[in-house]
Each structure stands twice: as structure tokens, then as C-alpha cells.
T-cell receptor
Framework: DSGVTQTPKHLITATGQRVTLRCSPR?????VYWYQQSLDQGLQFLIQ???????AKGNILERFSAQQFPDLHSELNLSSLELGDSALYFC??????????????FGPGTRLTVL | GDSVTQMEGPVTLSEEAFLTINCTYT??????LFWYVQYPGEGLQLLLK?????DKGSNKGFEATYRKETTSFHLEKGSVQVSDSAVYFC???????????FGKGTHLIIQP
């Protein structure tokens, strides 16, 4: 158990809908990272927040957004969902703002299915 | 941009066999290199890491050496067990505030 929690575990929704995925980092970790794992694209970095502020952006679509709250939990919002958004979404946390040298601790993921 | 290439598998070995999973990378600057492992139904766990050239990361019998001249970070284990069956991801960070860049993952199956 990494100490990172993600809810819900599974989510099934329809095209065009909007969903929110939630992540609670390990106690004391200030950075939260979001990743998408799909069969065709593999594991891709989406976005990082550090202590409430956006720190880095990866391959995140404009339909997707995230935020980190004062209690350090983070939410990933996915809107106007398409079939291709079906994937496993991972959250990871770290104590640091910089990912170099440092381990990221991954949650168990949220499996999103768009029908 | 940065990229990681690794054999995708599945790689099927017998218990106690020698394991090599190849990983090569393209990056600007001086990346840190990682191997993560994903067991069925779980998130990723860090297996080992190396942060500069010629560093060797090791953990649970697995080893990998950061080779700058060949831009490689191959994963090895001398004698695999059934419990090593999992998906292994090679990854790098380019430095600064960014996420991990992953390879496609190698599915390893160890047969008794």
C-alpha cells in the first residue's frame, strides 16, 4: 500500500458526460501527478500540482482539467467524454516539487469506461 | 522530446532463468532513470533508480546500470521467480518540474 488513495475505483459513463476523479496523496506529500494509461498510448503524464499550484503540464487535453485543494487532495475533471478517453487514470504523489531523483508513489488507479 | 523504448513482450521464462529487459532512451540533458513494476490490479511501484551515468540501481535481486554512452538502462536479474511475473516499465525524468516519461511496458511471465 503506497498511501495514495484514489476514488472511485471504477467509473462507467456515456459519451459527452463529465466526471471527476479524486486523489488523496500520502501524508506530507505536496506534489500530485496525474497519468493516463491506455492500450494504444501507454502511460502518459498529464499534469502536476505542487502545494496547490499547477507546476507542469504534459499531454493533457483541453477538455481535461485538474486542481489541488488546500488539504492537498486533487481532482481531475474530464468533460465532453469520448470513447477514446476510456483508460486507467493514476495519481502519484511526492514530497518534492521536482521529480528528478525522487520516487513518485502511485495510487491503485481509477478505471474509466466511456460507452 | 524525451522518449523511452523497451521490448514489449510478453516475455516468458522458466523459474530460475536469467532475465534481461532492454531499455534505451532519448533525452536532452541528464535524465534520471527508473524501473517501475506493476503487479496485476495494482498501481506502479518503484523497483530501482539511477540518477547519473554509471550509477547502478539495485533492489530485490534486480539491477540496472545507467549507460550514457549507449543511452541504455537494461534491467537484469540472475534467477527469476514466479512472483516476479508483472509488467515492468522503464521511465525517465528530464529534470525540473515534470512527470515521468514511460516506455510501453514489458509483460513478464514466469512459469514454474
Amino acid at each position: 500500500d503506497s498511501g495514495v488513495t484514489q476514488t472511485p475505483k471504477h467509473l462507467i459513463t456515456a459519451t459527452g458526460q463529465r466526471v471527476t476523479l479524486r486523489c488523496s496523496p500520502r501524508s506530507g506529500d505536496l506534489s500530485v501527478y496525474w497519468y493516463q494509461q491506455s492500450l494504444d498510448q501507454g502511460l502518459q503524464f498529464l499534469i502536476q500540482y505542487y502545494n496547490g499550484e499547477e507546476r507542469a503540464k504534459g499531454n493533457i487535453l483541453e477538455r481535461f482539467s485538474a486542481q489541488q485543494f488546500p488539504d492537498l487532495h486533487s481532482e481531475l475533471n474530464l468533460s465532453s467524454l469520448e470513447l477514446g478517453d476510456s483508460a486507467l487514470y493514476f495519481c502519484a504523489s511526492s514530497p518534492y516539487s521536482f521529480s528528478s531523483y525522487n520516487e513518485q508513489f502511485f495510487g491503485p488507479g481509477t478505471r474509466l469506461t466511456v460507452l | 522530446g524525451d522518449s523511452v523504448t523497451q521490448m514489449e513482450g510478453p516475455v516468458t521464462l522458466s523459474e530460475e532463468a536469467f532475465l534481461t529487459i532492454n531499455c534505451t532512451y532519448t533525452a536532452t540533458g541528464y535524465p534520471s532513470l527508473f524501473w517501475y513494476v506493476q503487479y496485476p490490479g495494482e498501481g506502479l511501484q518503484l523497483l530501482l533508480k539511477a540518477t547519473k551515468a554509471d550509477d547502478k540501481g539495485s533492489n530485490k535481486g534486480f539491477e540496472a546500470t545507467y549507460r550514457k554512452e549507449t543511452t541504455s538502462f537494461h534491467l537484469e536479474k540472475g534467477s527469476v521467480q514466479v512472483s516476479d511475473s508483472a509488467v515492468y516499465f522503464c521511465a525517465l525524468t528530464g529534470g525540473g518540474a515534470d512527470g515521468l516519461t514511460f516506455g510501453k511496458g514489458t509483460h513478464l511471465i514466469i512459469q514454474p
